[in-house]
């Protein structure tokens, strides 16, 4: 279901996904528990994500640095004597202006040139985290930080953290939602369907597309500063290029754009790379398996959702789900001609945005 | 017929691609209310001068000014906001959107509220949210498209899709609406529609420039129409009057309106 007819989710299947939510925690095991909490952050990172590719239009490689900017920014501050929850809140603000600063120039590049700056923002990341020891704790990293509080509750266990997050998706999946809902979210809509019939209806454009970005990346802050928080450790090996990588296979899979999409994709490729992890490192194998995998099973993915599901996994059930509907009797409503239209758009899959060949 | 007022005034607009000059030294100016119709053979320049007025091309040289402000370096989206509308002749259409959202976006330009008062739905922004519905429902029956309001847009078929055009112009309450070859494709019933719904918006002293190449339409709506040939105004006057005008004639000699002149 895409950010226009996600007020179509009947309520049984919130409050289903929200049983599912609260109840799971109390049943996995510590080793899924992490996934489940990795798979949260992820989606956090993703909705984000989706915003910018599915809207501006602009795909960033670079994801992984503005979550690593998160949780160093609250992994420093948390170890600087600030209280760890303020820290997390400053998590996402630091990482929205460091954003913004670099977007003001990175921006007037496009298409594939821009795609590469990102990149080269996680490029110069990983190059500057190991020489500002002092600060970043170098290649080594920053541990013993100190766990999180709200008010008089300890956020310790892998559970806490699962509860914890599951919120942070819920509040950044409605933002998301309320954006591309009303006036600053048509616009990028429209923005990414016209950028001439955009700017003729008093769209910023540039303005517009900074914000997305700046946007993106902060969401990308506070997953990264639960991140931290979680694990209690931080260096630059958790923020490696491929990360992005995924993210942005996430955003595809799931579907660009859509909300929902962004949980599907995230919970997607999270299970297939442990899957992958686990088969990779049998014994017998050679230690660098499990990337090579993981990077040939992503291409071959990519090449597969672009080809044949080009509105992602969420777009295909959507459209299936419409047919679905169509075919009971209640929803042939308009006359002269329409139908045909109707079902032509079904066939096509306008509705959902796919900046496919901007990938 | 009205005398040439404040409302717009173009002196010496100049743009040229290349070695072609694509708008040449036009000087004219429209009065608040007037519904201008704009002429001229093909590629006379008529749709690089409305992309001039809607700042889509910046000009070399000559000034544009709009109620009494110079306009011609301003952004397309800072003089939309000053209310100035167009509609493009290539429809441009936001797909992936409904035909309601598709004329809400036109609500752009006269509300304020942006991404952290939309993120927690504060309430100007549901109240701006409420009166662009609002403002967007009424122009959807204005160009009698109501009925299609949660239909997606690139489903409609082309005549409805221009009148979505007028009515994403419409939802953005213009002060000057430029419509390009709003007619071009349109049957004859649409035609009809279009042409009651520009002398409703007359009526009511909506100021609007009108490109068309049916010279008739244009006639039947517009009480003066100017004539562009090669970048440049060669006439300017009643139907009547350019229908006699000589520079008309020879402009147009061997196309339509020589058949009519005749």
């Known amino acids: 279901m895409s950010m226009r007819a996600s007020r179509k989710i009947p309520l049984y299947a919130v409050v289903a996904a929200g049983v599912i939510t609260l109840v799971?925690?109390?049943?996995?095991?510590?080793?899924?528990?992490?996934?489940?909490?990795?798979?949260?952050?992820?989606?956090?990172?993703?909705?984000?994500?989706?915003?910018?590719?599915?809207?501006?239009?602009?795909?960033?490689?670079?994801?992984?640095?503005?979550?690593?900017?998160?949780?160093?920014?609250?992994?420093?501050?948390?170890?600087?004597?600030?209280?760890?929850?303020?820290?997390?809140?400053?998590?996402p603000i630091a990482t929205a202006f460091l954003a913004f600063l670099v977007g003001v120039p990175l921006l007037r590049l496009k298409g594939h040139a821009l795609a590469f700056g990102t990149l080269a923002f996680q490029l110069i990341f990983l190059a500057v985290v190991p020489e500002t020891a002092s600060l970043t704790g170098g290649s080594i990293g920053l541990s013993a930080i100190p766990s999180?509080?709200?008010?008089?509750?300890?956020?310790?266990?892998?559970?806490?953290?699962?509860?914890?997050?599951?919120?942070?998706?819920?509040?950044?999946?409605?933002?998301?939602?309320?954006?591309?809902?009303?006036?600053?979210?048509?616009?990028?809509?429209?923005?990414a369907a016209s950028v001439s019939g955009a700017s003729a209806t008093g769209v910023e454009v540039e303005r517009y597309k900074l914000k997305d970005f700046t946007l993106s990346a902060a969401f990308a802050g506070i997953a990264g500063g639960i991140y931290v928080f979680f694990i209690g450790y931080v260096?630059?090996?958790?923020?490696?290029?491929?990360?992005?990588?995924?993210?942005?296979?996430?955003?595809?899979?799931?579907?660009?754009?859509?909300?929902?999409?962004?949980?599907?994709?995230?919970?997607?490729?999270?299970?297939?790379?442990?899957?992958?992890?686990?088969?990779?490192?049998?014994?017998?194998?050679?230690?660098?398996?499990?990337?090579?995998?993981?990077?040939?099973?992503?291409?071959?993915?990519?090449?597969?959702?672009?080809?044949?599901?080009?509105?992602?996994?969420?777009?295909?059930?959507?459209?299936?789900?419409?047919?679905?509907?169509?075919?009971?009797?209640?929803?042939h409503v308009e006359g002269d001609g329409t139908e045909g239209?109707?079902?032509?758009?079904?066939?096509?899959e306008p509705d959902e945005l796919t900046l496919a060949d901007e990938v | 017929m009205a005398e040439a007022g404040e409302f717009l005034v173009a002196r010496d607009l100049t743009l040229s691609f290349g070695g072609v000059q694509a708008v040449n030294s036009v000087s004219f100016s429209i009065a608040k209310g007037e519904l201008r119709g704009l002429i001229g053979p093909n590629g006379a320049g008529k749709s690089t001068l409305f992309h001039l007025i809607s700042g889509h091309f910046y000009p070399d040289r000559g000034s544009l000014v709009f109620e009494g402000n110079r306009i011609e370096n301003k952004s397309p989206a800072a003089r939309a906001k000053m209310g100035i509308s167009i509609t493009f002749q290539a429809v441009h259409l936001f797909s992936g959107m409904t035909v309601l959202e598709n004329v809400m976006v036109g609500g752009h330009s006269w509300t304020k509220h942006e991404w952290l008062e939309a993120s927690f739905r504060l309430r100007r922004c549901r109240n701006e949210e409420r009166s662009i519905r609002e403002k967007a429902m009424w122009a959807l029956t204005m160009v009698?498209?109501?009925?299609?309001?949660?239909?997606?847009?690139?489903?409609?078929?082309?005549?409805?899709?221009?009148?979505?055009?007028?009515?994403?112009?419409?939802?953005?309450?213009?002060?000057?609406?430029?419509?390009?070859?709003?007619?071009?494709?349109?049957?004859?019933?649409?035609?009809?529609?279009?042409?009651?719904?520009?002398?409703?918006?007359?009526?009511?002293?909506?100021?609007?420039?009108?490109?068309?190449h049916d010279v008739d339409f244009v006639t039947k709506v517009a009480p003066r129409i100017s004539v562009l040939d090669q970048g440049q105004v060669i006439a300017d006057g009643t139907p009547d009057e350019i229908r006699e005008h000589p520079a008309v004639i020879s402009a147009y000699l061997g196309t339509a309106i020589s058949h009519e002149v005749n």
């Open chain 2, 144 to 212: 009698g498209l109501e009925r299609y309001a949660n239909q997606l847009a690139e489903s409609l078929p082309l005549g409805r899709q221009r009148a979505l055009q007028i009515a994403r112009a419409l939802c953005s309450m213009p002060k000057l609406l430029l419509l390009d070859e709003p007619a071009s494709g349109l049957r004859g019933d649409e035609r009809r529609e279009l042409l009651s719904l520009l002398e409703k918006l007359h009526e009511n002293a909506l100021t609007m420039i009108l490109i068309e």
């Open chain 1, 235 to 331: 260096s630059p090996d958790a923020f490696p290029v491929v990360l992005s990588i995924e993210f942005v296979i996430m955003v595809v899979v799931g579907g660009i754009g859509t909300v929902s999409g962004a949980f599907v994709g995230a919970a997607l490729i999270t299970v297939v790379s442990q899957v992958l992890t686990s088969l990779g490192t049998s014994p017998s194998l050679p230690p660098q398996l499990p990337t090579v995998l993981s990077l040939g099973v992503y291409a071959v993915l990519l090449i597969v959702i672009l080809r044949l599901l080009p509105s992602g996994l969420v777009g295909a059930f959507s459209r299936l789900w419409k047919k679905a509907q169509s075919a009971s009797p209640i929803s």
């Open chain 1, 148 to 191: 999180l509080r709200i008010g008089p509750l300890a956020i310790s266990s892998g559970r806490d953290y699962a509860y914890l997050v599951w919120i942070v998706v819920v509040a950044t999946l409605i933002i998301a939602r309320n954006i591309t809902r009303s006036r600053p979210g048509r616009g990028l809509r429209a923005m």
């Open chain 1, 24 to 91: 799971l925690p109390l049943m996995l095991s510590s080793t899924n528990t992490e996934i489940y909490v990795t798979i949260g952050l992820y989606t956090i990172v993703v909705a984000g994500l989706s915003l910018l590719m599915g809207f501006a239009g602009q795909v960033s490689l670079g994801q992984a640095a503005y979550y690593g900017v998160g949780s160093y920014t609250a992994a420093i501050l948390a170890l600087h004597g600030w209280s760890p929850l303020v820290a997390l809140i400053a998590a």
């Open chain 1, 341 to 348: 239209a109707i079902s032509a758009t079904g066939s096509e």
